[in-house]
């Protein structure tokens, strides 16, 4: 079982950049396809991107490209978001994922085993 903490999040202006962090322990993360998720105020828990075990597949979705980037360090057992050109509406908790039962990288909450605590990110306009 692996356990994962997000760090990274802040308050940010609009057009600014974070990066956030999720170190896992417990286990290998080079076993498990990684995602990264948000939820916003009101809001149901969206998907944002997900990496495959070796880095060979990302995915993205459509609002975050060219934007967001996701990348990996299995031998640091870390995975990275770096975020550019920010908006007030990516405002939410940033959480991320693991999934140990598919090798291809899913974008429904329901194929992710493992789930940090979450980090706050505000963009303010």
């Known amino acids: 079982q692996v356990q994962l903490v997000e760090s990274g999040g802040g308050l940010v202006q609009a057009g600014g950049s974070l990066r956030l962090s999720c170190g896992a322990s417990g286990s290998t993360l080079s076993t498990y396809v990684m995602g990264w998720f948000r939820q916003a105020p009101g809001k149901e828990r969206e998907f944002v991107v997900g990496i495959s075990r070796r880095s060979l597949v990302t995915k993205y979705a459509d609002s975050m490209k060219g934007r967001f980037t996701i990348s990996r360090d299995n031998a640091k057992n870390t995975v990275y978001l770096q975020m550019n050109a920010l908006k007030p509406e990516d405002t939410a908790v940033y959480y991320c994922?693991?999934?140990?039962?598919?090798?291809?990288?899913?974008?429904?909450?329901?194929?992710?085993?493992?789930w940090g605590q979450g980090t706050q990110v505000t963009v303010s306009s």
């Open positions: 994922a693991a999934n140990q039962r598919s090798t291809i990288v899913e974008v429904d909450a329901k194929y992710y085993d493992y």
